[in-house]
């Protein structure tokens, strides 16, 4: 299995650091850019993914006090790859899938001290925002949310979920 000890093409992982970057900047919807960003440089994932995961923008519905969508963007990546198929479905857990989100999430919750939105918007701005009040949205731009801050957390994610798939077949 690839990972953190032997991540694979360097090259490939600073393309999706800066595909993912950019796509937070200029896009926004955190988990969608991770996913963008793997399809893109990589060829994994599918347009349903891609288009299911908008809902986990900012924590799941802008709230931002569930998962930060960067992480569960990562982990639907890593997932589309080493999940346990419909087919398997009545075959038992699948504990491989969860020994990689594990390590996905370790890494990202190592990087950014937790895994909420609020965490990470804490960590990397000093505070969270409500993304559904316009003058807190607005300081939330100020600080530079979409600039450059969770475009590094979106890069990161994407670069992290990368380490697990470079080089594996895609099972979707």
């Known amino acids: 299995m690839r990972g953190r000890n032997?991540?694979?093409n360097p090259e490939e992982l600073a393309r999706l650091y800066?595909?993912?970057f950019q796509y937070e900047r200029t896009n926004g919807c955190c988990a969608q850019c991770v996913l963008?960003?793997?399809?893109d440089v990589l060829g994994r994932g599918t347009d349903d993914i891609f288009q299911a995961s908008h809902t986990l923008s900012a924590g799941g519905g802008l709230t931002t006090m569930g998962t930060c969508g960067a992480l569960a963007g990562a982990l639907l990546a890593v997932g589309s790859v080493y999940g346990r198929t419909r087919e398997d479905f009545a075959s038992g857990p699948g504990q491989a899938s969860f020994v990689v989100a594990k390590e996905v999430f370790d890494g990202f919750v190592g990087e950014f001290g937790g895994a909420t939105c609020a965490e990470v918007q804490t960590k990397v701005m000093g505070r969270s925002f409500n993304m559904w009040d316009?003058?807190?949205f607005q300081a939330f731009l100020k600080a530079?949310?979409?600039e450059d801050k969770c475009p590094h957390v979106v890069g990161f994610a994407a670069r992290l979920a990368g380490e697990y798939l470079c080089g594996?077949?895609?099972l979707s």
Do not use: C, K, P, T
């Not at 963008?36 to 399809?39: C, G, I, Y």
């Open 6 to 8: 032997n991540i694979g």
């Open 18 to 20: 800066d595909a993912a």
């Open 36 to 39: 963008a960003a793997v399809q």
């Open 134 to 136: 316009s003058n807190d």
């Open 144 to 146: 530079g949310g979409h």
């Open 168 to 170: 594996r077949e895609s």
